[in-house]
């Protein structure tokens, strides 16, 4: 149970740094935020519901895991090198692809819920 206490507030930390300084986090959990009211009302079911808002929540893990790579490689090194770039550049494409997920499902949930 200490472990996971103590991997709480490593988490909690990571959380806060990332909302102060990182603005891609701040956009996703602002749109976090608007989306729970949001799906609430458009949800047809609970299942719809953890859709919409799960795929928020799956791009916002996914642009943390992008982050720490980005901090890693920064980490290593400053200078340019291939390896690196082809690296932040798949975390980019990650987020890339979990945000064409997010719209699918949102545009999905729109489309059933108002022309149906």
Excluded at 36 to 60: D, R, S, W
Excluded at 72 to 89: H, L, P, W
């Amino acid at each position: 149970m200490h472990r996971i206490w103590l991997a709480f507030i490593n988490s909690m930390r990571a959380l806060r740094y990332l909302a102060r300084h990182e603005k891609a986090v701040q956009q996703e959990l602002a749109l976090f935020a608007v989306s729970i009211p949001v799906a609430l009302y458009i949800a047809e079911n609970a299942l719809m519901f953890l859709l919409m808002t799960g795929a928020i929540l799956f791009l916002i893990m996914i642009e943390v895991l992008n982050t720490g790579i980005e901090a890693a490689c920064n980490a290593v090194s400053r200078d340019f090198q291939k390896d690196i770039q082809i690296a932040k550049d798949c975390g980019s494409l990650a987020v890339l692809i979990s945000i064409v997920l997010a719209v699918a499902v949102w545009g999905y949930a729109l489309f059933t819920a108002f022309w149906k």
